[in-house]
């Protein structure tokens, strides 16, 4: 599985936490047409989902994730034949991002390091944040996460990152 694109920030925080779920679709569902505001990370814990972002088609696998880049049209272009189920959480930079390729990200890596604080003040550190916008990760290693967070953000509903994520 070929990734060439990264989701880069920079930021002082982590990204919004805007909302959580888990979706089953049967045999014959489709992933529904939409355009999102935000950046959707899907993570497929059973079956197979088959969607189309742009003008890219896609092919996601139990343990399998895909980040969906907001403003783009997406749709799922065919049914998985099987029961698919996966969870997703939807969430917003803190500041401004863009999609780069590993070719952009080189040439990057080779621009000087800017000075946070030229003598005017103590400032927040900001943090430059990257995430290949596609990747396998164990299921194992996230579906209790994703109870977690959803069952955090059933109770507290703050429409932040549940903080026992990181603990």
Known sequence: MENDAWLCFKSHSLPGYISSGKVVYGA???????????????FIEEGILYFTEGDAAYTLKPGEWFIQTPGIRHY????????????????LPQGQWQIETHAS??????LPVRQLDRGDGVRLPQFE??????GIFP?????????????????????????????
């Open 28 to 42: 014959d569902d489709k992933h529904p047409e939409r355009i999102f505001s935000t950046f959707v990370a899907m």
């Open 76 to 91: 799922g272009h065919q049914a998985g034949g099987v029961k698919t189920v996966f969870h997703f959480v939807h969430f």
């Open 105 to 110: 990200r080189r040439e990057q890596a080779a």
């Open 129 to 134: 944040i990257q995430l290949p916008m596609r």
């Open 139 to 167: 299921i194992s290693d996230w579906q209790a996460l994703f109870m977690r967070l959803q069952t955090e953000h059933a109770q507290g509903g703050r429409g932040d990152w549940p903080t026992s994520l990181f603990s």
